[in-house]
């Protein structure tokens, strides 16, 4: 149990939608931590989540398996064939499963059932706090898990029509599973991925995005919208030039704004009226080598930037995965500091 009480639903979403009734800045950190990788630290690791407030109630949503496998009781994969790397070492980003863009027509044809009993397998009893539907790899990584990395990046430009046809099925596929997760569950919000930035600068052109990207985040942007959800996308990276036109089709919630491939000052003042920022602190440099002070002095110029007065547009949560490089006191530090700062800011009226 929380020794600092968690958020009610409302006031999470009077932050994201720009007015803030919210006690403090809302808190997604839990999510991001694997206290497995940390262990003989591990039991630290879980005592110190148990005693901060995970404001979110993040529930995963099982997307299918790129190959078949056993363990489902009915077809529920990407494409209909067997896994031929199971017993290789071909890096991840290698995987081919579409080869050869001639055999999309039975990929369509065979295509995952949104409809899928195993679809969301563990969902907790709603305890009142705002709930987030997660899934992993949405275009882009979908797109490359599928194709290959390498293959990825040029079929955008060899093979447009047949991009377009895999990512108009990827749209249907995730449109109806949001109608489940908001007329089966009572999601409030979808949070998915696409890493659409390098450390310098993004993957794509802003042809390319226009084109083949931008066209089917406005579909599921509006479809999460229509029935009553918050669209939340992850996207590491420098993906600043895309920003502009995220807004245009009015995404919610933008997560990390990476520390050192962009500047979030600048981000803020441009961007930090009309976004909600799920602001990650920097897990490449702060949280492995930067002092429990240095973490608190981050978390700090975070809140500072973020937190808009009257508003919020903020919620604090780490850039990725924190593992067993960060120290115990530094995780200490980064939520003691987000709680008591989050809390000092809001109630000073300060932002």
């Not at 602001?279 to 975070?302: K, M, N, S, Y």
């Amino acid at each position: 149990m929380n020794m600092i009480p968690t958020l009610k639903r409302e006031a999470v979403v009077s932050v994201i939608e720009g007015r803030s009734t919210s006690e403090r800045v809302p808190l997604q950190i839990h999510l991001w931590i694997h206290p497995d990788a940390f262990g003989d630290r591990e039991a630290a690791v879980r005592d110190i989540m148990t005693r901060y407030p995970a404001d979110i109630q993040v529930i995963g949503i099982f997307m299918p398996d790129v190959f078949r496998f056993q363990r489902h009781s009915e077809p529920y994969s990407w494409v209909p064939a067997e896994d031929p790397y199971r017993d290789t070492s071909v890096a991840h980003d290698e995987r081919i499963a579409i080869p050869d863009w001639s055999q999309l027509d039975t990929v369509l044809e065979n295509f995952p059932d949104p409809d899928y009993n195993g679809l969301i397998p563990d969902v907790p009893e709603d305890d009142g706090r705002y709930r987030l539907g997660l899934w992993w790899y949405c275009l882009f990584e979908r797109h490359w898990s599928l194709r290959g990395m390498t293959n990825a990046l040029t079929d955008y430009y060899d093979y447009p029509r047949e991009v377009h046809r895999l990512f108009r099925a990827l749209t249907d596929f995730y449109k109806r599973t949001m109608e489940r997760c908001r007329h089966e569950f009572g999601f409030d919000g979808i949070l998915t991925s696409d890493d659409l930035g390098t450390q310098t600068q993004p993957f794509f052109s802003m042809d390319i995005f226009r084109e083949f990207f931008k066209p089917y985040y406005e579909e599921l942007i509006e479809k999460a919208h229509d029935l009553g959800m918050h669209f939340w996308l992850h996207a590491c990276g420098n993906v600043e030039p895309f920003i502009p036109e995220w807004l245009e089709i009015d995404l919610d919630v933008l997560h990390p704004i990476q520390k050192y491939a962009m500047d979030e000052r600048d981000i803020a003042r441009k961007y930090g009226e009309h976004i909600t920022i799920l602001a990650g602190l920097d897990v490449q440099q702060v949280i492995p080598w930067g002092t429990p002070d240095e973490v608190r002095a981050e978390v700090r110029h975070l809140i500072n930037t973020y937190w808009k007065k009257g508003s919020g547009r903020l919620i604090l949560s780490a850039g990725n995965g924190i593992n067993e490089d960060c120290s115990l006191e530094s995780l200490e530090a980064f939520f003691d500091e987000a709680v008591a700062y989050g809390r000092k800011v809001v109630e000073n009226g300060e932002g």
